[in-house]
C-alpha cells in the first residue's frame, strides 16, 4: 500500500509567487491533515479536513489555502509564497476515532527566497 | 508554552544501553502517539496508547493517566535507532498536539 503520497518532495519558490502541495491517499480514511514542521517546534497543524467536502484551521492558516478536492486527495495551496512559510510540511490521514493511528506522508521540503 | 512537554532534548547513548525517553502533557486526552522521524524526514507511527503498555520489539511505551505522563524505552539500544522521537497528544477532538522531540544518537 501507498499510504499517503506527497508531492512535490522538494521546491524552490521566488517571494510571491504560488504553488499547490498534492497529497493522497489510499486508506479510505475520512480525516486528513495538513502540518508545517519548523526547528525547534512541534508540528503546528495548518489545515485539517474531517471529511470530503468540509475543511477547517488549524493553528496557523495565514497564507494558505486548501482543497479536499475527494475523499482521497486534499491540496494545500500559498497564493503568495512569503520566507516565513519555508518550512517542511506534511500531510497526514487518520480517523476521528481517539483509537485510531495516523499515517503520514514522506514531507516537501519547501524553500521560499 | 506547549501543552507537550518532551524530556530530554537531545540524547547521547553508546550502543546496547537502555534508553528512557519522556513526555508530560497538561490535561487530560484520549490518546498518546510515540512517533519516529529518520533523518530522511519520514515521520512514522510507532505506538498508540490511552493506558498501561505497549511492547513492540526493543521498543517499550508506558502510560501513566493520572500522573499525565508517558514513556519511550528503548532496550539493546543499535545505532539504527538514532533518530527524532515525537510524542502527540490526543485530546477529545480530532487533532493532535505535538512535543518539540527529543533527538536520539546512539554511537557503536
Known amino acids: 500500500n501507498a499510504g499517503v503520497t506527497q508531492t512535490p518532495k522538494f521546491q524552490v519558490l521566488k517571494t510571491g509567487q504560488s504553488m499547490t502541495l498534492q497529497c493522497a491517499q489510499d486508506?479510505?480514511?475520512?480525516?486528513m491533515y495538513w502540518y508545517r514542521q519548523d526547528p525547534g517546534m512541534g508540528l503546528r497543524l495548518i489545515y485539517y479536513?474531517?471529511?470530503?467536502?468540509?475543511?477547517d484551521k488549524g493553528e496557523v492558516p495565514n497564507g494558505y489555502n486548501v482543497s479536499r478536492l475527494n475523499k482521497r486527495e486534499f491540496s494545500l495551496r500559498l497564493e503568495s509564497a512569503a520566507p516565513s512559510q519555508t518550512s517542511v510540511y506534511f500531510c497526514?490521514?487518520?480517523?476521528?476515532?481517539?483509537?485510531?493511528?495516523?499515517?503520514f506522508g514522506s514531507g516537501t521540503r519547501l524553500t521560499v527566497v | 508554552k506547549n501543552e507537550v512537554e518532551q524530556s530530554p532534548q537531545n540524547l547521547t547513548a553508546q550502543e546496547g544501553e537502555f534508553i528512557t525517553i519522556n513526555c508530560s502533557y497538561s490535561?487530560?486526552?484520549?490518546?498518546l502517539h510515540w512517533l519516529q522521524q529518520h533523518p530522511g524526514g519520514g515521520i512514522v507511527s510507532l505506538f498508540m496508547?490511552?493506558?498501561g503498555k505497549k511492547k513492540h520489539g526493543r521498543l517499550i511505551a508506558t502510560i501513566n493517566i493520572q500522573e499525565k505522563h508517558s514513556s519511550l524505552h528503548i532496550t539493546a539500544s543499535h545505532p539504527r535507532d538514532s533518530a527524532v522521537y515525537i510524542c502527540?497528544?490526543?485530546?477529545?477532538?480530532?487533532?493532535?498536539?505535538f512535543g518539540t522531540g527529543t533527538r536520539l544518537q546512539v554511537f557503536p
Open positions: 497526514a490521514s487518520s480517523e476521528a476515532r481517539h483509537d485510531y493511528g495516523y499515517t
Open positions: 486508506m479510505n480514511h475520512n480525516s
Open positions: 479536513s474531517a471529511s470530503e467536502g468540509t475543511t
Open positions: 490535561v487530560g486526552i484520549s490518546a
Open positions: 496508547l490511552s493506558s
Open positions: 502527540a497528544v490526543r485530546y477529545n477532538t480530532d487533532k493532535l498536539i
